[in-house]
T-cell receptor, first 114, second 113 residues
Framework: AQSVTQPDIHITVSEGASLELRCNYS??????LFWYVQSPGQGLQLLLK??????LVQGIKGFEAEFKRSQSSFNLRKPSVHWSDAAEYFC????????????FGRGTSLIVHP | EAQVTQNPRYLITVTGKKLTVTCSQN?????MSWYRQDPGLGLRQIYY???????DKGDVPEGYKVSRKEKRNFPLILESPSPNQTSLYFC????????????FGSGTRLTVV
């Protein structure tokens, strides 16, 4: 069975600093990988996704993520955080082929200090 | 605009009073799903549907029902709500296979007293 671990419950950064949110997955083959963002009072919005090919994927709002098969990781990065990036971030993994039932991590809450 | 619409956004009800949370999508997605979100537990899947008249249990189906009579609609039914079903609920949809990722509704905050 697939699983996702987001080791950090909370992350605090200063505005303008760089950001890395960690995500580790467990799956027998190469999975689909996603990052979602949830702003307060909102639903989840897709930031970026990885299916195959280039292991560095670009997303919306200046985010990127890198798939590292050897480490079973898909960490989310942003070079300079803005106050509006404060939100909950979810990593998700899905099985390739056929029916697709994604598994979500428990989320990382990003706090941005001015 | 492509979207998933949930109603209501907020609902306070009493224990045992049947309720329905509606979900509708306008993207012709085959796959729809319901999640509940609780602090510290992340998103847990309640039920999902691969297509019309095809539904299956997720991780936490107890106390919930769903139906998929039309492709666009996937209502969540609580026949006899209890306080432990107080939660934030999300409906989501995707193309079958999930390659495009999910589109989520804005959520329904349910309180059962």
């Amino acid at each position: 069975a697939q699983s996702v671990t987001q080791p950090d419950i909370h992350i605090t950064v200063s505005e303008g600093a760089s950001l890395e949110l960690r995500c580790n997955y467990s799956y027998g083959a190469t999975p689909y990988l996603f990052w979602y963002v949830q702003s307060p009072g909102q639903g989840l919005q897709l930031l970026l996704k990885y299916f195959s090919g280039d292991t560095l994927v670009q997303g919306i709002k200046g985010f990127e993520a890198e798939f590292k098969r050897s480490q079973s990781s898909f960490n989310l990065r942003k070079p300079s955080v803005h106050w509006s990036d404060a939100a909950e971030y979810f990593c998700a993994v899905g099985a390739k082929g056929g029916s697709y039932i994604p598994t979500f991590g428990r989320g990382t809450s990003l706090i941005v200090h001015p | 605009e492509a979207q998933v619409t949930q109603n209501p956004r907020y609902l306070i009800t009493v224990t045992g009073k049947k309720l329905t949370v509606t979900c509708s999508q306008n993207m012709n997605h085959e796959y729809m799903s319901w999640y509940r979100q609780d602090p510290g537990l992340g998103l847990r899947q309640i039920y999902y549907s691969m297509n019309v008249e095809v539904t299956d249990k997720g991780d936490v189906p107890e106390g919930y029902k769903v139906s998929r009579k039309e492709k666009r609609n996937f209502p969540l039914i609580l026949e006899s709500p209890s306080p432990n079903q107080t939660s934030l609920y999300f409906c989501a949809s995707s193309l079958l296979g999930g390659a495009g990722g999910y589109t989520f509704g804005s959520g329904t905050r349910l309180t059962v007293v």
